[in-house]
Nanobody, 131 residues
Framework: QAHLRESGGGLVQPGGSLRLACAGSRSISQNAMAWYRQAPGKQREMVAAITSGGTPKYEDSVKGRFTISRDLAKNMVFLQMNSLKPEDAAAYYC??????????????????????????WGQGTQVTVSS
């Protein structure tokens, strides 16, 4: 299991932007990766994913506002968050699982299901959106 470390969270006003970063302890470029978030009292949910081939997927709640990207040379995945809303406030996590492979649909379904997995999770990075 890749050890992952999230960073970049903070306090931002509604409409503001943040860029989250996820650093892997070993090569993650061959895996599909996803960003998740968990707000207090709510289940963890996937918000964006990127396949091993670089194809992104965004959940409807963040589509058009968030952008997932990666730097293979630096073994990092990023989440650019624009036009932030109070409902975006949560702890954000990145994760991956080598078993999430195959067709695009299979990969995305697998990564979505990973949100409820008890497998390894990093410490996350907190995003607070408030005026």
């Amino acid at each position: 299991q890749a050890h992952l470390r999230e960073s970049g969270g903070g306090l931002v006003q509604p409409g503001g932007s943040l860029r989250l970063a996820c650093a892997g302890s070993r090569s993650i470029s061959q895996n599909a990766m996803a960003w998740y978030r968990q707000a207090p009292g709510k289940q963890r949910e996937m918000v964006a994913a990127i396949t091993s081939g670089g194809t992104p997927k965004y959940e409807d709640s963040v589509k058009g506002r968030f952008t997932i990207s990666r730097d293979l040379a630096k073994n990092m995945v990023f989440l650019q968050m624009n036009s932030l809303k109070p409902e975006d406030a949560a702890a954000y996590y990145c994760n991956t699982n080598p078993s999430c492979s195959g067709t695009y649909y299979v990969v995305i379904t697998c990564l979505r299901s990973l949100a409820q997995s008890a497998d390894y999770w990093g410490q996350g990075t907190q995003v607070t959106v408030s005026s």
